[in-house]
């Protein structure tokens, strides 16, 4: 980036998911974030920090080799945006699949709004429909 700044999201994505620090979600984002596009139980949104940790240690569980490589990443303001590969074997039964130890890989983009250096509210859009595909529970093609 032309000012030097830091990219937020690739910090978020290399420190919370590649590297598999909890202790990156309470530094880069604010307790009362929003990730829209990622649901709890009950299908809402997840918000705050607690209930974003609740959903990262159950996909970790479930991946436990995560790598998400940043292909491309923008900023304007205090927005941001990335592209994304998603790379793993499920190797856990956190989806409610048992599991099936595939290698898989799937493709998102996530748009956020940061604030004094955290994250306070993210879109998230990631291929879950493919995801579940490769792991055999949709069919790969619906006709």
Request: aromatic share 10%; hydrophobic share 40%; net charge negative.
């Amino acid at each position: 980036m032309p000012d030097g700044k830091t990219h937020l999201l690739k910090t978020w994505f290399e420190e919370v998911w590649n590297k598999g620090r909890e202790s990156a979600i309470d530094e880069l984002a604010s307790p009362d974030m929003v990730a829209h596009g990622l649901l709890d139980a009950s299908g809402k949104p997840i918000t705050g920090t607690v209930q974003f940790k609740e959903f990262w240690r159950g996909f970790r569980e479930t991946f436990p080799d995560i790598h998400v490589d940043v292909q491309e990443a923008l900023s304007d303001g205090d927005k941001e945006i990335v592209r994304c590969v998603v790379r793993a074997t499920h190797k856990g039964g956190g989806l409610g699949i048992a599991a099936t130890h595939k290698s898989i890989k799937f493709t998102g983009v996530v748009i956020a709004r940061e604030k004094n250096g955290q994250l306070v509210e993210a879109w998230d859009h990631w291929d879950f429909l493919g995801l579940y595909q490769q792991l055999g529970a949709v069919p790969a093609s619906i006709v």
